[in-house]
């Protein structure tokens, strides 16, 4: 990637004067890894980040935006651009209505509608990362999934440099996947429609969803959750070779989803080490920085999880993780 040059540097500076220089991107990954981000931009506003994106564009300075990072591997080689960080962490709760800042994190939210008296957005308490990232990936966990509550997306529209509203039907949500993934459209800030309910209930079910977590999930270690989507099919005929030799489990067969973290474990792959980089013991689909990981470290292992499941079990595993700077 060609470096920016001085006068590119000097110029976002004079436009944004907190913008940070070669700020290491180990400090903006749970996955604690990456190199320097030329420029690193904390935007408190969505019209900072706005504001960001068509000042770097104006100056040619390649941009990306980030959430909290929790999804996210970035290069050794870190980002010849400005990484422009959503930072805008409010929200509003009218009634059922919920509106929250792409910046705000998934769990703050979870907590506050629940103190608001609302329900169904329990299982956002443990899902790390912010509602902007929640929003673009589809994120959920124990049966919840945004595109069950989203109701309506702000964004910036890059191409026609303008802002829009989509409405759930236009934001094209499917498992772990939405518009946001495949067009220029930068999430600003994300509406939910909720349900009144019973606030006791609500709190037990955080509480046993925290429990279940810590049970089947890594806890307190460098991850980015989930390093690849679970596997959809539609005809079982393609879990052919797992069917020979294992039993798969019946609510996978009727979700038309096989755990990728089962499949991992099915090859006996947990706690396969690369580098600093390993296979958590816990859960297969997690990989652990052990201190001190490069990227490279985590590439070589999920190609080398990739190659396997897809040599031996005829099944091809797709990234969840998000890339910068490859
Ligand atoms: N399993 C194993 N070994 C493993 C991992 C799982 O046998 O190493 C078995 C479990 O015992 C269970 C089944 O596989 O019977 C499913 O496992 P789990 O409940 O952990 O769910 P998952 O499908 O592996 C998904 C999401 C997680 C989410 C959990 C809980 C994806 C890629 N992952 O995992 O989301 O927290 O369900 O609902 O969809 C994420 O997206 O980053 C993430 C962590």
Redesign the pocket.
């Known amino acids: 990637m060609n470096q920016l040059t001085n006068q590119q540097v000097e110029r976002f500076k004079g436009a944004f004067p907190s913008v940070k220089e070669n700020e290491s991107m180990v400090a903006h990954t749970y996955l604690k890894i990456g190199g320097l981000a030329r420029l690193y931009f904390i935007a408190e506003t969505g019209d900072a980040v706005v504001h960001a994106i068509e000042t770097a564009l104006s100056m040619q300075i390649p941009w990306t935006v980030i959430g909290s990072g929790s ?1 996210l591997l970035v290069s050794d080689d870190g980002f010849q651009g400005v990484v422009i960080q959503t930072g805008d962490r409010t929200q509003k709760i009218n009634g059922v209505s919920v509106s929250a800042a792409a910046g705000l994190f998934t769990g703050s939210l979870a907590y506050a509608t629940v103190d608001a008296g609302l329900i169904g957005f329990e299982w956002g308490a443990g899902v790390p990362g912010t509602i902007g990232g929640a929003t673009y990936g589809d ?5 919840g999934e945004m595109q069950n509550v989203v109701s309506s997306v702000d964004v910036y529209d890059v191409i026609n440099q303008k802002r829009v509203t989509f409405s759930h039907a236009e934001c094209h949500f499917g ?2 996947d939405s518009r946001f993934k495949h067009e220029p459209l930068i999430i600003l800030s994300t509406a939910l429609t909720l349900k009144m309910g019973d606030v006791v209930a609500a709190r037990l079910k955080i509480s046993e969803m925290t429990a ?2 810590k049970d ?2 890594p806890q307190g270690l460098f991850s980015a ?2 390093l ?3 596997f959809e099919f539609t005809d079982v005929s393609v879990l052919e070779k797992l069917q020979r030799e294992d039993e798969i ?1 019946e ?2 067969i009727k979700a038309k ?1 096989i ?4 499949l ?2 099915k090859l006996g792959l ?1 706690g396969k080490t690369i580098g600093k980089a390993q296979v958590s013991s ?5 990989l652990l920085n052990l201190g001190g990981a490069r990227a490279q470290d985590v590439l070589a292992l999920s190609s080398y999880v990739k190659m396997k499941v897809r040599d031996e079990l005829g099944i091809l595993l797709e990234d ?1 993780v998000q890339y910068l700077g490859f």
């Open positions: 999804n994120a959920g966990c124990f049966g498992y772990r279940k977590r089947s999930q959750g989930c690849f989507k679970n489990p609510t996978m989803r755990s990728a973290g089962w991992v474990d947990k816990i859960h297969g689909n997690f969840e």
